[in-house]
């Protein structure tokens, strides 16, 4: 390994659906490329695993290519590589993996593997570097819905999580249901706009535990219910009253937990990321609480909050700084869940 100060890293994320490479300074993103696959994805209402294996195969040596163009840089000048381990479909997280390994082997450095849920968190941290600790931090994205309290840096305390679907999945199904395509999140968004969120009124179940965990299977069945008793459909004119409400009761059910942790954690900031972070209805509720306690609110920008591999690029410097001596560990292996 080279004895001189590290300045280049690479960083690959195809965790899921996005096949995405960033080059990074340490704290400053140079290029960060985002190749979407929902096109591919959209006629099945949701991600086929098979098919985001495949198609990252197909495009990670353009995502890569295009990274190291963009940031001006060439391969043989990365001092350092950075990669999603985990969680993520198992197929898709080792077309990252396997290439990553083989550059840090062929070049002779350091390859830093990432937890994929962290680096969410660390999108709020890469754009604002003076966030107070401790942190309460609300993930919120397709595969997950979790809620972390973070003492000090890279310190991760997970408090809750779902217990079955995640929000971004119910917004995915119910989408999927009334045939509006894939992702759901964003078409619901726009759908719902102007719509009147308190037409609806879902009955769900309470959660039956003094811990911080989600559950949205409920929440989905209830939905489903009014769906069917209202005939609702795509040109069904309570459309965008329905999807208006449905919003505003998955956005109240994850401020809930939040606002619980709050009262007994007592963080100084408060962070918000993830995919579903990208919802004006949620930043905008969120922030409305930060403020009501007079707490930071720290939300990435959308372009950061969905998968991106400039959020595993600004992790991996920290653990590096954090353990200067790490190398290329050849057993580094994918972890599903
Ligand atoms: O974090 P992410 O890119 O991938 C996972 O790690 O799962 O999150 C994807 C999720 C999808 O469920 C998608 O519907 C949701 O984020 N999403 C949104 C919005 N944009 C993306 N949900 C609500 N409103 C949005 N604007
Ligand atoms: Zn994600």
Redesign the pocket.
């Known amino acids: 390994m080279g004895r001189k100060k590290p300045r280049l890293l690479l960083a690959v994320e195809t965790?899921?659906d996005?096949t995405s490479a960033a080059v990074l300074e340490p704290g400053n993103i140079l290029s960060n490329i985002i190749l979407s696959q929902d096109e591919i994805h959209s006629p099945y209402g949701g991600v086929v695993p098979e098919l985001a294996s495949r198609q990252h195969i197909r495009s990670i040596d353009y995502v890569v290519g295009e990274s190291l163009s963009q940031a001006g840089v060439s391969l043989e000048e990365i001092d350092l590589f950075a990669v999603t381990q985990g969680p993520g479909l198992i197929g898709s997280l080792l077309v990252g993996l396997t290439l990553t390994k083989g550059l840090a082997y062929y070049f002779r450095k350091p390859l830093i593997g990432v937890d994929?849920l962290q680096a969410?968190i660390e999108a709020a941290f890469l754009e604002n570097p003076q966030i107070e600790f401790p942190v309460l931090a609300l993930l919120v994205?397709?595969?997950?819905t979790s809620l972390y309290f973070l003492k000090r840096p890279l310190n991760y305390e997970l408090l809750g999580k779902t217990r079955d679907d995640?929000a971004?999945?119910g917004?995915?199904k119910i989408a999927k249901f009334l045939g509006l395509g894939y992702?759901?999140?964003?078409i619901?968004?726009k759908l719902a706009e102007g719509g009147n969120s308190s037409r609806f009124h879902f009955s769900v179940p309470r959660l039956k535990t003094s811990g911080y965990d989600f559950s949205f299977s409920g929440l989905k069945t209830a939905a489903l219910k009014i769906i069917k008793e209202n005939n609702l459909n795509k040109e069904h004119p309570a459309l965008s009253d329905f999807l208006a409400s449905f919003e505003e009761i998955v956005v109240k059910s994850l401020l809930e937990n939040l606002t619980r942790a709050m009262e007994k954690f007592e963080p100084r900031s408060l962070v918000l990321c993830?995919?579903?972070a990208?919802?004006?209805r949620?930043r905008l509720r969120f922030s409305e609480i930060a403020r009501q306690n007079q707490l930071p609110a720290y939300i990435p920008s959308p372009r950061l909050?969905?998968?991106n591999a400039g959020m595993v690029g600004a992790l991996a410097w920290k653990k590096y700084q954090q353990t200067p001596d790490i190398t290329l560990d050849l057993d580094l292996d994918a972890y599903p869940r």
């Open positions: 965790s899921c996005e994929h969410h994205s397709g595969g997950h995640a971004g999945e917004l995915d992702p759901g999140g964003p619901i968004e993830g995919g579903v990208r919802n004006k949620l909050c969905t998968d």
